[in-house]
């Protein structure tokens, strides 16, 4: 079983990346999240509105990995970006997730008490 990582990042818009028109927005978030994503293929991103149901949190990204180095390059390249460095956005909080993973751990145990039992 391959181990599956999800970052829940949460975001908060500042008024700099709200000032922008929406053609604008989307040209810069393209290139930078297209940018720091051809550097880490492995990786899915997920965008999800939050500011409508929600605060301060306006936007949350999910970041999909089978490995998490790959999800420690792409924060590093949205770091130089200017989404973070203008900056467009903050960065609140950054959760780390295992998929699944109470699975693993019983899958885990049970092998231990096949190995304990034999």
Known sequence: MQTRYAFFIQLKALP???RL???????????CLGAAMRRCPSLRVRHFD??????????????????????????????????LTEPYFDVLAIIPTIEEG?????????????????
């Open 16 to 18: 700099t990346w709200l």
């Open 50 to 83: 939050a500011e409508a149901f929600c605060a301060p949190c306006s936007d949350l990204m999910l970041v999909e990995t089978t490995e998490p180095r790959e999800h420690y390059a792409f924060m590093e390249h949205l770091r130089d970006s200017a989404l």
């Open 21 to 31: 028109s929406r053609d604008r927005r989307r040209q810069v978030a393209d290139a």
């Open 102 to 118: 109470y699975r693993a751990l019983e899958h885990d145990v049970a092998s231990q008490h096949m190995a304990i039992d034999a």
